[in-house]
């Protein structure tokens, strides 16, 4: 149990065109979502809380025009990358907290690889 | 404020012997501490989890972690390291009064023939 998949897995984009990754919760409900960005050999910084049915919280030096977020259902939470550059390439991680758990219960998706040429 | 640190972004140790990946924590209220682990191009898998109670904490594939107060610390440990065992590691910090993650810079560990 406790499953979180990640859509897509890798994409690639041209600089300037926009891109929306997926991060669905399959087997549990998820009030609170939480999406990282990982650089090459790096560590895994928070980006943003994603609260299902209100605004996402960013963390401080994220642009929350570029990245956006929206948390519509229990299970569905997507970040779109707009006007991608090749700064933005990075691996992208979600993470879920069910409902109704402890809020320190977060289980993690394999993480979608976005390279922007 | 929550951070963690993690000394030795690398660590080699050969097949069989003893693994040690040391964590050290600043929390300003009692930590929930985690220990994941990360292969290529893949996500974080859980491998233990400190709570409360207990504070030796038994995890998959053979690892361990220990909650030291006291230190400060949470380091994790195998008896023996296995090559599958290869991968990056990342120990990570929340608290009571929140639900975001704070992780290490992680150890990258490599494990010799």
């Known amino acids: 149990g406790a499953v979180v998949s990640q859509h897509p897995s890798w994409v690639i984009c041209k600089s300037g065109t926009s891109v929306k990754i997926e991060c669905r919760s399959l087997?549990?409900?998820?009030?609170?979502m939480f999406w990282y960005r990982q650089f090459p050999k790096q560590s895994l910084m928070l980006m943003a809380t994603s609260n299902e049915g209100s605004k996402a919280t960013y963390e401080q030096g994220v642009e929350k025009d570029k990245f956006l977020i929206n948390h519509a259902s229990l299970t569905l939470s997507t970040l779109t990358v707009t006007s991608a550059h090749p700064e933005d390439s990075s691996f992208y991680i979600c993470?879920?907290?069910?409902?109704?758990?402890?809020?320190?219960?977060?289980?993690f998706g394999p993480g979608t690889r976005l390279t922007v040429l | 404020a929550q951070s963690v640190t993690q000394l030795g972004s690398h660590v080699s140790v050969s097949e069989g012997a003893l693994v040690l990946l040391r964590c050290n924590y600043s929390s300003s209220v009692p930590p929930y501490l985690f220990w994941y682990v990360q292969y290529p191009n893949q996500g974080l898998q859980l491998l233990l989890k400190y709570t409360t109670g207990a504070t030796l904490v038994k995890g998959i594939n053979g690892f361990e972690a220990e909650f030291k107060k006291s230190e400060t610390s949470f380091h994790l440990t195998k008896p023996s390291a296995h090559m599958s065992d290869a991968a990056e590691y990342f120990c990570a910090v929340s608290g009571l009064s929140g639900n975001q993650f704070y992780f290490g810079t992680g150890t990258s560990l490599t494990v010799i023939p």
């Open positions: 993470s879920a907290t069910p409902s109704g758990m402890s809020s320190n219960e977060q289980f």
């Open positions: 087997d549990f409900q998820a009030t609170t």
